[in-house]
């Protein structure tokens, strides 16, 4: 099974510099490595889960501030990649030395890291769908070799020794800062615009999709296990499935179209994990997702890109809407669960048919509307 992303990662031929690559693969590692470290934390620390989960959603509000902040602060330069993966290293290696609230603060310092090289890379590819699948395969092939990776490395060695690994790992895209093409020979201060109407409600709808995707997905784990009555095991494997499915979708190098119609697709994997509590339909509908989401995103950033006056500025501002999204997705899922696996389903769903619904009326525009 891993064989698929291994051959999909040999045969890459990279439009983007090997220095943008790495240092998104390094904070997807990271991401993916999170809710490891929630559980990792709460068994070997004896702390309630809930509390643990700061962890996450601190890391998630610097991700915000850093993506969004990014653009309306800096310019996108070689020295500024440098500085966020150094922040990385010490944000990594400095939760694995501290206590618990000193850990909270550490990541969110690492959010704001995650961030800022997460609009680095896309501002690099912004509105080319060729070189956009580049950064979007990256996704789906770390998650699929590195969610056992972390897994097995934390059952040997602990929280402590994975966050500062994390910590050493941000060291490796510096081997490659030579290959970056973010250096401008421009000094002057560029002027910050504001996006258009139609990009406004393009990165509102791409709030929404994650919103509405990451209330379900975040528990589909309980219900695999729990409603589903599948195996850790199985559901890891599902896991795998749903990553290894994505890399077709992200790597695909064509025009980027009907993001509305995929995320429709998506909506309904969230309903079938609320209703339809059979392994097959389980395996069916988280596979199915991994592919569906990376063909929506990509297409959704091509529809902002072709609404924008100035697209390279709305990089960070759509990472940002979508990290946003994913901070109240699991706060919005947790109370709808409480009640139903078929409530979290239906509203999770309902959430991304109104993302879906607003792609699809600008897809069906011409050109970006006037200024907000």
């Not at 800062?177 to 990009?199: D, I, M, W, Y």
């Not at 791409?206 to 975040?218: D, R």
């Not at 119609?261 to 069916?284: D, E, Q, V």
């Not at 950033?301 to 901070?327: I, T």
Request: charged share 10%; with cysteine.
């Amino acid at each position: 099974m891993f064989q698929t992303p291994i051959r999909a990662l040999a045969t890459l031929r990279l439009r983007v510099p090997p220095v943008i690559f790495a240092a998104s693969a390094i904070s997807t590692l990271v991401f993916i490595a999170t809710p490891f470290l929630i559980t990792g934390l709460s068994e070997q620390g004896n702390i309630n889960v809930n509390r643990v989960g700061l962890i996450s959603s601190t890391q998630l509000l610097g991700f915000v501030i850093g993506s969004w902040g990014s653009g309306r602060v800096f310019r996108p330069r070689r020295k500024l990649l440098v500085a966020a993966v150094l922040l990385g290293v010490i944000a990594n290696v400095g939760s694995g030395l501290v206590e618990f609230w000193p850990l909270v603060g550490f990541r969110f310092v690492n959010g704001i890291a995650l961030g800022t090289i997460a609009w680095l890379a896309w501002a690099e590819v912004f509105g080319d769908d060729s070189r956009t699948g580049d950064i979007a395969v990256i996704g789906p092939i770390v998650g699929t070799i590195g969610s056992p990776a972390v897994g097995m490395f934390l059952d040997r060695f602990g929280t402590d020794t994975l966050f500062i690994a994390l910590g050493v790992l941000h060291l490796v895209p510096l081997l490659f800062v030579h290959t970056s093409r973010l250096n401008s020979g421009e000094r002057v201060h560029r002027e910050r615009h504001r996006p258009t109407r139609s990009a406004l409600l393009a990165m509102l709808a791409l709030g929404c999709f994650t919103l509405g995707g990451s209330s379900v997905f975040v528990f589909s784990n309980s219900i695999g296990r729990g409603d589903v009555g599948m195996s850790a095991l199985l559901v890891s494997l599902v896991y795998s499935c749903n990553s290894i499915a994505g890399i077709p979708s992200s790597r695909y190098s064509g025009q980027r179209k009907h993001a509305g119609r995929w995320i429709l697709a998506t909506a309904a994997c969230a309903i079938t994990l609320g209703f339809a509590h059979h392994p097959i339909a389980f395996a069916l509908a988280v596979t199915s997702w991994g592919f569906f989401f990376w063909m929506a995103v990509p297409a959704c950033f091509s529809v902002l890109a072709a609404h924008s006056k100035y697209p390279a500025e709305r990089a960070g501002d759509a990472q940002a809407y979508m990290a946003g999204g994913r901070v109240i997705g699991p706060l919005i899922g947790g109370t709808m669960f409480a009640v139903s696996p078929q409530l979290l389903g239906l509203v999770g769903a309902a959430i991304m048919i109104m993302a879906a619904v607003t792609f699809i009326v600008l897809e069906r525009r011409q050109g970006p509307l006037l200024a907000a």
